[in-house]
């Protein structure tokens, strides 16, 4: 968690289901080791007057707030139990952190042992937790774009995601504000995937502006439409089609827009270098990325920009994403990519 407070609530996502999702119940306490939770911290959550709940096809529900003492940067375990089937679950594929399944109605277990059996890294269904009450921020910044914001390359269940460490890094310079992370591995901002999410002009509306408490978005995206433009088949996900550089600045401006409609302050990141991931250079694609980033660095119309692309280069190879912050695909960052971003863009934050 990346706020405090003394209620909590979750959000239940069914946008991708093929059928109603009955949900039978769900509990929220804090967590220990595994799919352990501390005694006396287990809550039930309630939808309306009921412990259970339908999610209609292609909605969500939130439900009631529980009364749950809850401090910065604790960790939450909340358990979601179906009596039925629930069918094809929408979920986070990259969640980096352990997700534990076990046949019955484990609600109320305080230790692990009926969890020995399916465990993943996605988190199905929940699409967030709300925190409300005492000590609660007042606002929020909103970390949208695609894996490098995701945290794809950090450590599992570390929370060392570019969000995490910005987290901290607001939490111990006293700033009260939360972050909650809207990235997706994969995601695009011009095209639609069957595995990667809605294209970002489409979910950013969505995913960012309709935040509780969002004032300020981060912007990151872009290096998936550049890097695999021309792909016959994206990762086993369709055709990718190629990019130019105006096609990637008039949706850039248009997230711009949408912010700035409702008052929201939008700050834009440059794509980070990407020559030695497979597949993803050419001279071509490399003057697209120039071209974007030339705008987005020196065009006037992000609130504030972050030069991810200069900060993270090798200094010998100004295309390459430097060794010491490199997961090892050429792309993707380290704990130590992810802590030089989040303080790059703590220092663009108000």
């Known amino acids: 968690m990346h706020a405090g407070g003394t209620q909590v609530r979750i959000r239940l996502s069914n946008a991708y289901g093929s059928a109603p999702v009955r949900l039978t119940g769900a509990t929220i306490a804090q967590s220990t ?3 352990g939770v501390q005694p006396g911290t287990v809550r039930v959550l309630r939808f309306g007057h009921g412990e259970q709940t339908v999610v209609p096809v292609g909605r969500s529900v939130v439900s009631e707030p529980a009364a749950l003492r809850v401090t910065a940067l604790d960790a939450l375990a909340i358990t979601l139990y179906f009596k039925t089937p629930s069918g094809p679950a929408t979920f986070h594929q990259d969640g980096l952190t352990t997700t534990y399944r076990a046949d019955g109605d484990h609600r109320y277990d305080l230790g692990s042992a009926s969890f020995r059996g399916e465990t993943s890294h996605s988190r199905y269904f929940i699409t967030g937790v709300d925190v409300s009450g005492a000590g609660a921020p007042p606002g929020a ?3 949208f774009g695609d894996s490098i914001t995701d945290g794809h390359g950090s450590t599992a269940g570390a929370d060392n995601r570019y969000p995490d ?3 901290e890094l607001l939490l111990r310079s006293g700033r009260h504000v939360s972050v909650v992370n ?3 591995g994969g995601n695009k901002l011009l095209a639609d995937s069957p595995c990667y999410g809605e294209r970002a002009v489409t979910r950013f509306d969505r995913d960012a502006l309709s935040q509780p408490g969002v004032r300020t978005v981060v912007v990151l995206v872009g290096v998936n439409d550049i890097g695999a433009g021309g792909y016959p088949d994206y990762f ?3 055709a990718s089609r190629e990019v130019s550089a105006p096609d990637l600045i008039a949706a850039h401006r248009q997230l711009i827009r949408s912010a ?3 008052g929201v302050r939008v700050v834009g990141a440059t794509v980070t270098p990407m020559k030695n991931f497979t597949g993803y250079y ?3 694609k490399e003057a697209v990325r120039d071209q974007l980033n030339s705008w987005i660095r020196g065009g006037g119309e992000y609130d504030a920009v972050v030069d991810l692309d200069r900060l993270l280069a090798d200094p010998k ?3 390459a994403l430097a060794a010491p912050f490199d997961s090892g695909d050429g792309l993707h960052l380290n704990d130590a990519g992810a802590d030089l971003i989040a303080r790059a863009v703590s220092r663009a934050l108000r």
């Open 165 to 167: 460490q910005l987290a």
């Open 282 to 284: 050419s001279a071509e």
């Open 317 to 319: 190879d100004a295309d």
């Open 182 to 184: 809207a990235g997706i």
């Open 236 to 238: 086993g996900c369709g």
């Open 33 to 35: 080791t595994g799919a």
């Open 260 to 262: 700035h409609r409702v």
């Open 141 to 143: 910044v909103v970390a």
